[in-house]
Structure formats: C-alpha cells, structure tokens
Nanobody, 125 residues
Framework: QVELVESGGGSVQAGGSLTLSCAAS????????MGWFRQAPGKEREFVAG??????????ADSVKGRFIISRENGNGDHTAFLRMDSLEPEDTASYYC????????????????WGQGTQVTVSS
C-alpha cells in the first residue's frame, strides 16, 4: 500500500507564491509517475501538472504553464514531489491533490492509482 501525504497549502494574496509537497511512502514506488490535481468547490477535479519517474519529463495544464513548476526527489525508499506555484490567482483556489500512477504523460485522474488527502490553497484578490 502506498500512502501520499500533501503539505504546504495555505492562504496567500494574488501574485504570491506557495510550494506544495507530497511525500510517498509504503510499498515500492519504483517507476511511478507523480501528478498534481486540483478541485474547486462545485467543479470537477482537474489536472495541474505531472512528472516522470526520473523527473526528466514534465507536463502541465495550459492554465498553469509558466507559473507552476513540478519537481521530485527520489531517495532510498522515499519519494517526494513538489509543486512550486508563483503568480497565484484567485482562480487557483482549490484543494490540491497529489497522485501516483504508471502511465506517463497522463492528465486523466483515472490513470492514477494512489491519491493523497488533499491540501487547501486559497488565493485572495
């Protein structure tokens, strides 16, 4: 069983920055892609960013390109993904979820097998 735990959410004014972290633990996470999704009240969960196992390939939703950067660190049994968010806008307000899966380049939630509990990001104007 894999456990994903997000942290780093909070409240910030428009134009500000936050960095989210996602720690993966449990069974081996070897080869897993990691992604970030978000869900605002009354809206469907949407893809934000993804990163390959090696960290050499990343992909983003158009709405966050140039503002968000995804990265990861793979240690000895520990894997952590980060989402650096700059130039935040009120439209970025949502619960942010970390996910792990085996399909590269995926932007579909169904392709991710493991999910964190979410962390809230609130951007005020």
């Amino acid at each position: 069983q894999v456990e994903l735990v997000e942290s780093g959410g909070g409240s910030v004014q428009a134009g500000g920055s936050l960095t989210l972290s996602c720690a993966a633990s449990g069974r081996t996470f070897l080869g897993y892609v990691m992604g970030w999704f978000r869900q605002a009240p009354g809206k469907e969960r949407e893809f934000v960013a993804g990163i390959s196992w090696s960290g050499g390939t990343t992909w983003y939703a158009d709405s966050v390109k140039g503002r968000f950067i995804i990265s990861r660190e793979n240690g000895n049994g520990d894997h952590t993904a980060f989402l650096r968010m700059d130039s935040l806008e009120p439209e970025d307000t949502a619960s942010y979820y970390c996910a792990g899966g085996l399909r590269g380049w995926s932007t579909e939630a169904d392709d991710y097998d493991y999910w964190g509990q979410g962390t809230q990001v609130t951007v005020s104007s």
